[in-house]
């Protein structure tokens, strides 16, 4: 038999395979230009800033943002995440989030709670389905709180959010809604408008396909002013002034910048653009329903979450009876050469939400736009396999 190539099943960590015109626009990059965007009027420096517009042309384009909007670059998701929490939520503040969400979320919560008297609640979602109500979200919005944030989609169950209703809620009650799109920016159509939402944070190496080290969070151009910066510095800019410049792009991105994750970035979103989201999301739905269906009939095999591939993202977390989530991720690897992570997924209130800490958590999959019917069918395969050895022989199988 010959031996089975490498499959990364992944996607929710960070995506690969990449489009190939995302290596080649970074080699393009560090080989070829070099130049680093606001330091110097030579055609170099130019053209590493004219990258950095184009890409945020195409994020407009993206999320359906007007022009005024803003949008500044990111480290990666969590870097975002924290630009916008700290920046929005006032010493004393509160704020809504989800048992759903990422340790992205939570720690900086958890740090503003500790050090600035912030108080904030995490709504527990349906156990089975994982789900929020968004009547649960609107009636935890008090008098003070200050910013509600939520996970587009769970980067543990794949469930979607109601966002749109919450959003509803949101605007009802005038809080800003921020929404962690890590595991739905490039797999489902966003639009800030319809959506209703305020400010987005992503990162740019997941769902977007770009390079490991980029991050955005855009938001609506009121909030440009509310927004406090997390990191002041050189800009290239105002040189003479001793504070921060308040104007965007300046304001958030001190220091000089990531050129090289953005040239991949850039090329990475023309990929999508040209495909569509919604072809990749009816692509990413078709494998969904198709795993959904291939894995229930399993004995010993649970799959959590939504069943629905309309309620759900192409990230799947199961448990396979007699074994341990990290077993099952070292059996997937070592026996079928299938590449999955095992354990909390820095989201341990998802996990205790469905009663899953005490076993080590779970394994998860996560599908791509590069993901083919016949890779999810070698998963699911390689699971049922799995599922039909005694804890024991499995064991052995190491
Ligand atoms: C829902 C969610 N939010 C935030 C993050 C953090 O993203 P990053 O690793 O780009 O900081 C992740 C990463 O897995 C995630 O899944």
């Given amino acids: 038999m010959p031996p089975l190539s490498r499959l990364y099943m992944d996607n929710a960590a960070t995506s690969f395979p990449k489009p190939p015109a995302v290596a080649q626009a970074v080699f393009e990059h560090l080989a070829h230009s070099g130049g680093s965007a606001g330091r110097g009027a030579y055609r170099e420096a130019i053209e590493s800033g004219r990258l950095f517009d184009r890409c945020r042309a195409a994020l407009r384009s993206l999320f359906g943002l007007r022009a005024n909007d803003g949008i500044a670059f990111a480290l990666n998701c969590t870097d975002a995440l924290n630009l916008a929490i700290k920046g929005l939520v006032p010493t004393g503040g509160h ?67 109601p966002i749109r209703e919450i959003a509803a809620a949101c605007r009802a009650q005038q809080v800003p809604l921020l929404l962690d799109a890590a595991q739905t920016a490039g797999h489902v159509p966003i639009d800030f408008e319809k959506l209703g939402i305020d400010l987005l944070a992503c990162p740019g190496h997941k769902g977007l396909m770009g390079p490991l080290g980029t991050g955005v969070l855009a938001f609506c151009q009121e909030f440009a002013a509310r927004i406090r910066t997390l990191r002041e510095g050189g800009t290239g800019s105002s040189s003479e002034l001793p504070n921060q410049p308040e104007s965007l792009p300046d304001k958030f991105e001190p220091g000089s910048q990531n050129a090289v994750g953005v040239a991949g970035l850039l090329a990475a979103l023309e990929w999508i653009l040209e495909r569509g989201v919604a072809a990749i999301r009816a692509h990413e739905m078709e494998l969904s329903a198709a795993f959904v269906e291939r894995v229930s009939g399993i004995d010993g095999f649970r799959l959590y979450g939504p069943i629905e591939a309309d309620r759900r993202v192409g990230v799947f977390s199961f448990s396979v009876d007699g074994l341990e989530p990290s077993e099952v991720a070292a059996l997937l690897e070592s026996r079928f050469e299938i590449l999955t992570r095992a354990g909390l997924h820095c989201a341990p209130l998802a996990h205790r939400a469905m009663g899953t800490v005490a076993n080590g958590g779970l394994t998860r999959a996560s599908f791509g736009a590069f993901t083919t019917m016949a890779d999810v069918e070698r998963l699911a395969d390689a699971l049922a396999s799995l599922s039909g050895v005694a804890p024991t022989s499995a064991r052995r199988l190491r």
Wanted: no cysteine.
């Fill in 95 to 161: 704020v809504v989030t989800s048992a759903m969400d990422h340790n992205s979320v939570l720690r900086p919560l958890s740090a503003l709670a500790e050090r600035s008297g912030v108080r904030w609640d995490a709504i527990v979602p349906n156990a089975e389905t994982t789900r929020l109500d968004p009547r649960a979200v609107a009636d935890a919005i008090r008098p003070d709180t200050a910013l509600v944030v939520l996970s587009h989609a769970s980067n543990v169950t794949g469930a979607l959010q």
